[in-house]
């Protein structure tokens, strides 16, 4: 009964909101059209204002994989996190997480069609892309949209937060798990 209530919520929440948004604007005498406009304007001024941004990051990233810095990376980090753990397969989806989260999501479906979402790795897969971030992403699109240059600290703050989050799903999936 309960699941039947969550599952009509949810499936009619989307166009509630739709339809009460522009209703509340037009009732407090907002000109809601002109305001959608004006909205999507900016929108479009900070996606245009964000390209090269992304377009530098995008590049990174491939000369990353490309160059064969994130194989090199996960050799020499695979002896330790094997000590805790954690398989050598999931070593690249946790060096490459902070930079792309679709790059990410790819490689975690290629783990879950090689070992089964139901298996070790695949659950580990799982729990990392839930318990951390894109966070140069995150710094790029985000912080170069407004304007923002002096993120040192916010580049520690997201990297302690995905070690931490990274650290977290290994020793849950051990725990749950094995």
Same mark, same amino acid.
């Given at each position: ?58 590049? &990174?990233?491939?000369?990353?994989? #490309?160059?064969?810095?994130?194989? +090199?990376? *996960?050799?020499? @980090? /695979?002896? =330790? ?6 398989? &050598?397969?999931?070593?690249?989806? #946790?060096?490459?997480?902070?930079? +792309?989260? *679709?790059?990410? @999501? /790819?490689? =975690? ?70």
């Amino acid at each position: 009964m309960l699941i039947d209530v969550l599952t009509v919520i949810s499936r009619w929440a989307i166009p509630f909101l739709l339809l009460v948004i522009p209703v509340y604007g037009f009732l407090r005498k907002v000109p809601v059209y002109e305001a959608f406009i004006e909205g999507a304007e900016e929108g479009f001024t900070t996606a245009v204002k964000i390209i090269p941004f992304l377009v530098g990051m995008l590049v &990174a990233i491939s000369v990353f994989r #490309a160059s064969g810095a994130m194989e +090199s990376l *996960s050799q020499l @980090l /695979g002896p =330790a996190l094997r000590t805790i753990g954690t398989p &050598a397969e999931v070593l690249p989806l #946790a060096i490459m997480r902070p930079l +792309s989260g *679709s790059g990410v @999501l /790819g490689m =975690a479906t290629e783990l879950m069609r090689t070992y089964g979402p139901d298996s070790f790795i695949g659950r580990l897969a799982s729990t990392m892309q839930g318990t951390t971030d894109t966070t140069f992403f995150v710094l790029t699109v985000y912080f170069g949209s407004v304007g923002i240059t002096r993120y040192r600290y916010s580049i520690i703050t997201g990297l302690t937060a995905d070690i931490t989050g990274l650290l977290a799903s290994i020793y849950i999936c051990n725990l749950l798990f094995r």
